[in-house]
């Protein structure tokens, strides 16, 4: 009966995946032919040509992209349901149910934030890392559904791993958006920004989000570290051992610690700001590849 | 070339008084920040000593050259080496020399009052300025207060600050950092850790000659454990039938801790805790519970003899030592729960329950090195100087007979590896965690700005100012205006 609950989890999965292809190709479709000026719009103001946008040739394309992306979450979200249920615990038991958890959550919190803003341009970027993220998973991280070994049987498992998916999801956003400020910025430099990027937000506004989502989140990566101290101590007989995982949260958290510094301190913004949010988000992607995969040490169960 | 520029004298007050500055700079901060994220990395690229000492010795085996610069450099030790607390002492030193004063200057500031009105207010930010209205500075007198901000009251003008939390909550952040420190230096220097096997069926006592590993911190002394005791009564594990995962570890134990005797139960998350100490339940295997006799049947030994596992399905090595058969007699033993051929390892255990259990042993004879005076571990014989005597393997009830005795395999019975941490500095570094959640949180949302307003007899000016360019002061600016004029 269990087993049946994890091949049902898997052909949602593999929907889900087939949803989020076609969000990425609507998507794309419409970055592609968004911005097309109408003849004769654009006027001069002095010196300076206004270009006339028209969003009305895509919004179709564009609402069917967001259609497809929430049938996706749907889908997805019913594929770690029963993933749950045919394992009998949270479906963060091992890598592959934490990929496809995160990848939930990362759409899921897209979703959600896109009530309040119109944060479309951001759509194919968030349907294609779905895409890999669940495609790696279910094609190199993928092991059977399992009970839980002793040591993760605790009520901090939820506790400990629910704040890093949140605070990993955030910071990975963070860097997009910070990957987004580097880009960009390189178009200021020289002139004006090509047309299928007009819709992103200003520089400033980039600089800014990057940072409010670190200092929003950061408390809650210190919480998530404090909890797994506070778990560890239960499950291992100390609360800080310096095993790799430990090490490099510790990292991460120096790391985004050190940013909050610079900006709020000293005063960093703009390009240096945006590189040290890059630095900082991939020893948070690094933990979780690096450590999972090749690493040694008590955070490694069931193969991955 | 032909200038030289003379530095002027510093004497040695001035010079450590410049050497202070640059240490407690936001700068050097920073840098001393950044460096210990670097610092740390080695230690989870290269094996360390204190966590994985197996791994260090096979990569001594194999990079012997690499190894011994490695070591030179602390590399195997990362975390104790003298440059990584280098770093962290003055990080720490740097924190303190920074903070310490901030707290002095933001107590002061938080009994002071805020600092007077600006003489031209157009200049501030969110400035507007309308016609006179009733009771305008009384208005303003009752927003502020009912919005709890501190003021200053000059004559026709009001300067209102608030949010001094944000401050407030940096400070403790940084304080509680120091209260983590103290509590792990604490728990390092005043605590201990210690290993100890116990078979089911005996009782473990809390003394030092029990343990099989036991390390105490610089500071604490050996003869200060807790007298406590505990018996293992019954040990339970399941498996999953399929993987051999490990589904669940209980152990059910007698505790007898200062007259009193309880019943309690251990499980992997589920210590047991004596004060600052706890108990864990770190790992099992099996005993096997031999007879040996001589060739006269007198018996010279008998009891469990743990083993040590060596793979998922606790396939255990071992050894067993006789050393009063005349002479001497050692066996070196495997030992598998589930019994399985196969044509390429010879014996394999299937499975960790004990479903087909069987011991299997070659017997040596000889001299066992044991009166040396040497320490020899209990889980490995030196066959140097002995010789082979003969092969065998029992199943439970079974006695095989050699040359010079017998050996019977009465039962086996599991053991269970008790971990036992005494950490008095934990609950420090805890509240040290916590507190600095909250002042992170306090920190990082509290919104540090000030409003003013002047009456005169052009109108009444109002105008805000936030630090850190924090938003939301345009709407509170507004709100604050459209209650002076009595609009709400």
Redesign the interface.
Known sequence: MLTTWAYISNYFVYSAMAVFALSFVAHAFETAFAVRTPENADTTEGNLLVKTLDYKRTEKAARIATALMILAFVLLLAGVVARGISAEHVPWGNMYEFSITGALAFTGAYLVALRKHDLRWLGLFISISALLTLGTAITLLYRDS??L???L??T?LVIHVVAAIISGGVFLLANVVAGAYLYLERFEDKSARPVWLQRVPSLELLDQLSYRLV??V??LW??SV?AG???A????????????KE??A??TW??Y??YL??R???GWRGRRAAWLCIFAGS?FLFNYVY?NVW???KHTY?GL | MSEQRELPELGFLALSRFAWRQLTSMRTALILLLLMGIAAIPGSLIPQRPINPMAVRDFYRSNPELARWYDRASLFDVYASPWFSAIYILLFISLIGCVLPRSVEHYKAMLAKPPATPKNLTRLSHYQQFANADEALNRATQWFSKNRFRVRIEGNSISAEKGYLRESGNLLFHLSLILVLVGVSFGSLFGMNGYAIVNVGERFINVPTTYDTLSFGKLKGDNSLQPFQITVDKFDAKYDPKTSAPLDYTAWVTVEDEGKISKKVVKVNQPLTFGSTRVYLQANGYSPVVTVRDSYKNVVLQGPVPLLPQDGNLRSIGVIKVPDADPAIGFVVSFVPTNARTASQGSISIYPELLDPKLLFSIWQGDLGLDSGIPTSVYKIDTKNMTQIGLGSVKPGDTFNYSSGSITLETVVPWVNLQVVQDPGKSYALIGGILAIAGLLTSLYGRRRRIWIRVSDSGVEVAGLARNSAPGLEDEVKKFISFVKGEK
């Open positions: 399992a009970p070994v002793p040591a049987q605790s901090w200092a929003f950061f408390p210190t919480f404090i101290a506070i778990w101590e239960a499950a291992w007989g100390r609360y800080w051992g310096w095993d790799p090490t490099w510790f990292i120096v790391a610690a050190a510094h610079a709020v301190t000293v020893t450590v690493g040694t040490g069931s």
